[in-house]
């Protein structure tokens, strides 16, 4: 995990720093202390996630994370005065539905994760959600400064954490055009959401974003030929429905 993330993290950066010409950046006190914040929760969004999968079962995790992630940034928006229309108010619950239904995989229901482990899925889901909330405080007229605040400062942790733990490492080398390409979808991901955050509500912008599991299983079957079970066939027709509704709120 950390041989990828330590080429992930200075790629996504590499990344924002290239779009800063063309999407400008403000240094401000704001962007400085938002985006730093959001580069801490980055980091240990990273760690937990991963251990998270390490420890599992993920069909059972997995809607942990999602949801927590999708959840706390709604509450962070309604209680920040954010109002939905009717059409909202039915989108977003069904949303969150659509989010446990298309993160559980097979036998969801047949494994027991334990207490470490589901502390461990809570935790990551928190550290994404307040990621999120973090970006969302930012200046909206500071550019992509807080994405390069913040991967600057996600990136020393790694290294640093990555020198600290070199012995335990071993010699085996990182994957590194996989590596880089998935920091690079990761810095075009932060991109994308801190623009849609600009532009919308947390609380609908956070439940969409939350639904990125469902174009993992779209692409788990078109590309690894995986079969979609029913309950994530409901999910994802309950995500086409959710994302529609609150496009109207």
């Known amino acids: 995990m950390l041989r990828t993330v330590m080429i992930a993290a200075p790629a996504s950066l590499a990344v924002e720093l290239l779009l800063w010409p063309f999407l400008g950046a403000s240094f401000s006190a704001g962007a400085l202390g938002w985006g730093a914040a959001s580069g801490v929760a980055s980091a240990a969004a990273f760690a937990l996630l991963?251990?998270?999968?390490?420890?599992?079962?993920?069909?059972?995790?997995?809607?942990?994370?999602?949801?927590?992630?999708?959840?706390?940034?709604?509450g962070v928006g309604l209680l920040q005065g954010e109002r939905l229309a009717a059409v909202g108010l039915i989108g977003l619950p069904l949303a969150l539905v659509a989010v446990v239904l298309v993160?559980?995989?097979?036998?969801?229901?047949?494994?027991?994760?334990?207490?470490?482990?589901?502390?461990?899925a809570l935790g990551a889901g928190a550290a994404i959600a307040l990621q999120l909330v973090l970006l969302h405080q930012t200046p909206?007229?500071?550019?992509?400064?807080?994405?390069?605040?913040g991967r600057?400062?996600?990136?020393?942790?790694t290294l640093a954490a990555a020198g600290?733990?070199?012995?335990?490492?071993?010699?085996?080398?990182?994957?590194?055009?996989?590596?880089?390409?998935?920091?690079?979808?990761?810095?075009?991901?932060?991109?994308?959401?801190l623009l849609a955050a600009r532009?919308?509500?947390?609380?609908?912008?956070?439940?969409?974003?939350?639904?990125?599991p469902a174009g993992t299983v779209l692409l788990a079957r078109g590309v690894l030929a995986e079969r979609i079970h029913r309950g994530q066939l409901v999910g994802l027709g309950a995500a086409a429905v959710a994302v529609s509704l609150l496009a109207l709120s």
């Open 50 to 74: 991963y251990r998270t999968l390490a420890v599992g079962p993920m069909n059972a995790l997995s809607p942990v994370t999602a949801l927590v992630s999708a959840a706390l940034p709604v």
């Open 103 to 120: 993160s559980a995989g097979h036998g969801a229901g047949s494994a027991r994760p334990s207490r470490t482990a589901l502390l461990l």
């Open 140 to 149: 909206s007229d500071s550019g992509v400064a807080p994405l390069i605040i």
């Open 152 to 157: 600057a400062v996600s990136s020393a942790v």
């Open 164 to 193: 600290l733990m070199h012995r335990k490492l071993g010699p085996e080398r990182p994957a590194y055009a996989m590596s880089a390409a998935a920091g690079v979808l990761d810095s075009v991901a932060n991109l994308l959401f």
């Open 199 to 212: 532009s919308g509500d947390l609380a609908v912008v956070a439940v969409i974003t939350a639904l990125y």
